[in-house]
């Protein structure tokens, strides 16, 4: 059985000691393996307390973000790039810090609409940032997540994420599938994961919408199944966003204008099941 996990938005917009605590406690009562903290703004993060929190909770962390703009590793901009090179290098370092082994999301651009499209100077210092970055991540996997063409202009579908990772080269690089992003860039949900196969190292599982899973449009079926085929092992973990939970930049940048939910804990026991159900089906190919 995959590990199944839980993105930390659907608890709370924050990662101050108090809340995050909550969230890590609600995920273990929903029945989740795993929690997904984003680390957009981890200052107010207590690792100790986290890690902690986590041990005794008995829930494995993945991490995740997206870069700013003003920290781009996309960017034609050396001082631009080197910013998001310390961002970078800081969140693989406080995944380890908080006893994760995967670090994931838009790491090759900023987490965001573009005017126009990449350069390929700026494509040039996303290569050069994350082979060095990989080469130092001793222990942590980078996933670099496929997002639709608002929220990056690097890799908007599966064989731009397959390329990227040819160019960079290097060992500990995985592509990060999200049925929410493939839903609009992607000919259909089954095609990418098999072009993925062994590279493919960790899945969001999002409805088209956001909100409850089955209540969109995503052939989730199609999906599981695909998975099945390639005997994908790794996490699942569900992501979902309501303007219910906000964290300021991260739910602006995603566009979080609507509440889809307002019962975090409902959702999750509901996504769980959900997912469950179709790991089931897809494994028994009853479908
Ligand atoms: C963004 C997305 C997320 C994001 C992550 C950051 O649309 O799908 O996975 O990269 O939440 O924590």
């Known amino acids: ?39 957009h703004d981890p200052g107010a993060m207590d690792v100790a ?23 781009d590793i996309s960017s034609d901009d050396p001082r631009t790039v080197g910013r998001g090179a310390v961002q970078l290098a800081e969140s693989v370092r406080l995944t380890r810090e908080l006893g994760g082994r995967y670090f994931g999301g838009a790491l090759y ?13 700026g494509r040039a210092n996303c290569v050069a940032v994350l082979r060095d970055l990989a080469a130092e991540a001793a222990g942590v996997t ?16 599966a064989r731009q994420a397959l390329d990227l990772i040819d ?34 190292g960790y899945v969001h599982v999002g409805e088209s919408h956001r909100g409850y899973l089955g209540s969109g449009t995503i052939d989730f079926p199609r999906f599981f199944r695909a998975l099945a085929a390639i005997g994908y092992q ?12 906000v964290a300021e930049g991260l739910s602006n940048n995603l566009a979080i ?26 494994r028994m190919n009853r479908r």
């Open 142 to 157: 980078l996933g670099l997540e496929v997002v639709n063409r608002y929220e990056s202009n690097v890799v908007n579908t």
């Open 167 to 200: 160019d960079i080269g290097a060992d500990g690089v995985v592509v990060h599938l999200d049925t929410y992003h493939m839903n609009i860039e992607e000919g259909d949900l089954a095609r990418p994961v098999h072009e993925c196969a062994e590279r493919l």
């Open 109 to 121: 651009s900023a987490l965001g609409k573009y005017p126009r499209p990449v350069t390929a100077r």
């Open 257 to 282: 204008w609507r509440n889809l939910w307002d019962d975090g804990a409902d959702l999750a026991r509901h996504a769980r099941a959900f997912v469950t159900e179709q790991l089931t089906a897809a």
């Open 49 to 71: 307390d986290t890690r902690a929190a986590l041990a005794a909770a008995g829930l494995d962390v993945a991490c995740s973000r997206g870069l700013d703009f003003d920290a």
């Open 1 to 39: 059985m995959n590990p199944l996990g839980v993105h930390s938005l659907v608890w709370v917009g924050e990662l101050s000691p108090e809340p995050l605590r909550g969230a890590v406690e609600r995920s273990r009562e929903a029945g989740f393996d795993l929690i997904e903290l984003s680390l």
């Open 234 to 245: 790794g996490p699942i973990t569900f992501e979902s966003f309501s303007s219910a939970v």
